[in-house]
């Protein structure tokens, strides 16, 4: 990736700090979105690179227009907690 982006980028006739500025911050720049897009949204790519898989959140029924689950109904327009607390019964 790295390598495409230069080879356009040392053509131009730039000084070479504006050159290495390009490159760096469009290599950045594609490496952030490859890691959003393919590596935190991809649950098999998640576990190849050791992280944790996303866990399913409920989401809305399109066909009846309510929530899938009944704890989801139940919690419905409460805030969401930020870690996962065991229930005391």
């Given at each position: 990736?790295?390598?495409?982006?230069?080879f356009?980028?040392?053509?131009?006739?730039m000084?070479?700090?504006l050159?290495w500025?390009?490159?760096?911050?469009?290599?950045?720049?594609?490496?952030?979105?490859?890691y959003?897009?393919?590596?935190?949204?991809?649950?098999?790519?998640?576990?190849?690179?050791?992280?944790?898989?996303?866990?399913?959140?409920?989401?809305?029924d399109?066909?009846?227009?309510?929530?899938?689950?009944?704890?989801?109904?139940?919690?419905e327009?409460?805030?969401?907690?930020?870690?996962?607390?065991q229930?005391q019964?």
């Amino acid at each position: 990736m790295i390598i495409v982006i230069a080879f356009y980028v040392v053509q131009r006739n730039m000084g070479v700090g504006l050159k290495w500025l390009i490159i760096s911050m469009l290599a950045l720049a594609l490496t952030l979105a490859m890691y959003e897009l393919l590596i935190r949204q991809v649950n098999a790519m998640c576990r190849l690179f050791g992280m944790k898989s996303r866990q399913r959140t409920p989401r809305e029924d399109v066909n009846s227009g309510g929530t899938q689950g009944p704890k989801a109904e139940a919690m419905e327009g409460q805030p969401v907690p930020l870690h996962a607390q065991q229930e005391q019964p």
